[in-house]
């Protein structure tokens, strides 16, 4: 049974370009959150998606935005790249009913020069 | 809101001693609470968790932690670390009405030397 994946593992972007990193739950999981995580610091919560909508947000601009399609994948987009958001980009899943059990993924590195 | 604070930042230990990792919390309303641990250049995995219950959790890899309601306290503990042990671990809280979306602290790396 394959976890949680995402891709790609690392890239590379310029200031002012716009970026997408991909991610495909656990297996019988509905649920995908979507975290920052600065170097040295811990996990930020970005939004969730349930249901193809997002359904709550944390403290993010609306440079951030999302998607999760009919097979629970879910795509987390970043338009006008600052230095600032060079972070590991990780993403969760949990089950229905179950949202408290969240299963991580490895994380995206982006690096933003 | 809630906030966690890791009131460490790094514990340097040897193999084979005893090792406490401490976490406080605040939330106005019921939590629950977590561990997880990132070795390098992974992702984040669960050690434990305390839902309800009784406030001593046991984990997975020999850990343990104490739910200590009044002093909102959710310390981390292990009676006898090796070097696989040596990463870094997070604690995290959600509230139990939104449990889908967790506040985590900064972290406490962990060093077991040999």
């Known amino acids: 049974d394959a976890g949680v994946t995402q891709s790609p593992t690392h890239l590379i972007k310029t200031r002012g370009q716009q970026v997408t990193l991909r991610c495909s739950p656990k297996?019988?999981?509905?649920?995908v959150s979507w975290y920052q995580q600065a170097l040295g610091q811990g996990p930020q919560f970005i939004f969730q998606y349930y249901e193809e909508e997002e359904r709550q947000r944390g403290n993010f601009p609306d440079r951030f935005s999302g998607h999760q399609f009919p097979n629970y994948s879910s795509e987390l987009n970043v338009n006008a790249l600052l230095l600032g958001d060079s972070a590991l980009y990780l993403c969760?899943?949990?089950?229905?009913?179950?949202?408290?059990?969240?299963?991580f993924g490895p994380g995206t590195r982006l690096t933003v020069t | 809101a809630q906030s966690v604070t890791q009131l460490d930042s790094q514990v340097p230990v040897f193999e084979e001693a005893p090792v406490e990792l401490r976490c406080n919390y605040s939330s106005s309303v019921s939590v629950y609470l977590f561990w997880y641990v990132q070795y390098p250049n992974q992702g984040l995995q669960l050690l434990l968790k305390y839902l309800s219950g009784s406030t001593l959790v046991k984990g997975i890899n020999g850990f343990e932690a104490e739910f200590n309601k009044s002093q909102t306290s959710f310390h981390l503990r292990k009676p006898s670390v090796h070097i696989s042990d040596t990463a870094e671990y997070f604690c995290a809280v959600s509230r139990t009405n939104n449990a889908g979306k967790s506040t985590f602290g900064d972290g406490t790396t962990l060093t077991v030397k040999p």
């Open positions: 297996s019988g999981h509905d649920t």
């Open positions: 969760a899943s949990s089950s229905p009913g179950l949202s408290y059990e969240q299963y």
